[in-house]
């Protein structure tokens, strides 16, 4: 006969043990909630950083095209008054 496998049931170990478990899971938790707080706060200073960006870049977007809009304004008032008028016939 061979025994492959032992199975061990109720193990009631001493009360050092335990307390040192609970310790060790305790700060496990602790260090858990305070990578997840760190890593929320990052994320949340790498999307208020995004949104800046953004409105930075849509303000300079926004200035470009009214420039633009501008000078052409200006072109065709000025292309205006160089058209030659059509003069008034004497009736």
């Not at 899971?25 to 990578?35: L, S, Y």
């Amino acid at each position: 006969m061979k025994v492959l496998r032992y199975e061990i049931k109720n193990i009631q170990p001493p009360q050092d043990v335990l307390a040192a478990m609970e310790k060790q899971m305790r700060a496990e938790r602790e260090k858990r909630a305070v990578i997840l707080t760190s890593e929320g706060q990052r994320d949340a200073a790498i999307n208020t950083a995004e949104g800046e960006k953004q409105q930075v870049i849509k303000a300079s977007e926004a200035t470009r095209q009214q420039q633009i809009n501008e000078a052409e304004d200006r072109h065709r008032r000025s292309w205006r008054s160089r058209r030659p008028r059509p003069k008034a016939s004497a009736a």
